[in-house]
């Protein structure tokens, strides 16, 4: 079965740099788009970034970007997201999630177990 495994969450201090990584099985990496979803207490997903797996093209929401930047490595079945200049606004739980914009955000079927993400000092 699909399994979506993250890790790399923590607390880190305003300006400071996580790097978050999610290791996939259970299916054909290579073939599927991948994305990251955050969500913080008391509000609905919010998408972050996608790796679309036929072009190699990404896309990153406007609110990350120039900060946040994903990849993906199929040698390894890994999907990562880099992450820096934090900010508060930043917190949340770090979903890694198998499709684009439109299939995750529908539906949790292939969403990850999540990693928590605090920005603090």
């Known amino acids: 079965q699909v399994q979506l495994v993250e890790s790399g969450g923590g607390l880190v201090q305003p300006g400071g740099s996580l790097r978050l990584s999610c290791v996939a099985s259970?299916?054909?990496?290579?073939?599927?788009?991948m994305s990251w979803v955050r969500q913080a207490p008391g509000k609905g997903p919010e998408w972050v970034s996608t790796?679309?797996?036929?072009?190699?093209?990404?896309v990153t929401d406007l609110s990350v970007r120039g900060r946040f930047t994903i990849s993906g490595d199929n040698s390894k079945n890994t999907i990562t997201l880099e992450m820096n200049s934090l900010k508060p606004e930043d917190t949340a739980r770090y979903y890694c999630?198998?499709?684009?914009?439109?299939?995750?955000?529908?539906?949790?079927?292939?969403w990850g177990q999540g990693t928590q993400v605090t920005v603090s000092s």
């Open positions: 259970g299916f054909t990496f290579s073939v599927y788009d």
């Open positions: 999630a198998r499709g684009s914009y439109q299939e995750v955000m529908s539906r949790r079927d292939y």
């Open positions: 790796s679309y797996a036929n072009s190699g093209r990404t």
